[in-house]
């Protein structure tokens, strides 16, 4: 059974670093073809991809906010960790993690409940 | 950077058909994958690479994908199916979600 669970401050100040945790169970993270993706939803807007990490430890991120991003892995103890710096208010909402199944054409098969996170002025 | 536009809303009565398109550059191309979302809840895939349906979609689910749109169909629409709804592929090392279809049930 495949679960993912992200956890993280509920809450950020402006400027500050955003460091959010996403364990995994159910598949292992060196496995080829199993990758993490982090997901974003702003209230009240689309979805938005922020990075991706794959089973080979390369990474990929959202261009536009390539220079704040950082993905990380420590596959010992399954999880998949984002860190987003200078945090500023537009970046309040729920982020999400995911798993992405290249096996069947890099889609987002199994996805966290997501987490609220909100930055404050 | 790769882009995909879906119209804002559909509106449908149940029992009938709502078609959801997706456009971009040569997205016939591609994988496309379309994912469901309901307030408070995560993400769900209902079609994948075109046109597969995940184990426990209803048959009612169906996609299509060709030159520069992509479609996802849902036949005999119920209350149930009332939710935002994104398109979403893989471009250039980016992956890219479109911007989202509200579908609501009249």
């Known amino acids: 059974q495949v679960t993912l669970r992200e956890s993280g401050p509920a809450l950020v100040k402006h400027t500050q670093t955003l460091t959010l945790t996403c364990t995994v169970s159910g598949f292992s993270l060196s496995a080829t073809g199993n990758s993490v993706s982090w997901v974003r939803q702003p209230p009240g807007r689309s979805l938005e991809w922020l990075a991706a990490i794959h089973w080979d430890d390369e990474k990929f991120y959202n261009t536009s906010l390539k220079t704040r991003l950082t993905v990380s892995k420590d596959t010992s103890k399954n999880q998949v960790v984002l860190r987003l710096t200078n945090m500023d208010p537009v970046d309040t909402g729920t982020y999400f993690c995911?798993?992405?199944?290249?096996?069947?054409?890099?889609?987002?098969?199994?996805w966290g409940q997501g987490t609220m996170v909100a930055v404050s002025s | 950077s790769y882009e995909l536009s879906q119209p804002l809303s559909v509106s449908v009565a149940p029992g009938q058909t709502a078609r959801i398109n997706c456009g971009g550059y040569n997205i016939g191309r591609k994988n496309v994958h379309w994912y469901q979302k309901k307030p408070g809840q995560a993400p769900v895939v209902v079609i994948y690479?075109?046109?597969n349906r995940p184990s426990g979609i209803p048959e009612r689910f169906s996609g299509s994908n060709s030159g520069n749109t992509a479609t996802l169909t849902i036949n005999k629409v119920q209350a149930g199916d009332e939710a935002d709804y994104y398109c979403?592929?893989?471009?250039?090392?980016?992956?890219?979600f479109g911007t989202g279809t509200t579908v609501t049930v009249l």
């Open positions: 979403q592929v893989w471009d250039t090392s980016t992956y890219v």
């Open positions: 690479r075109v046109d």
């Open positions: 995911a798993r992405v199944n290249a096996f069947s054409g890099d889609v987002f098969d199994f």
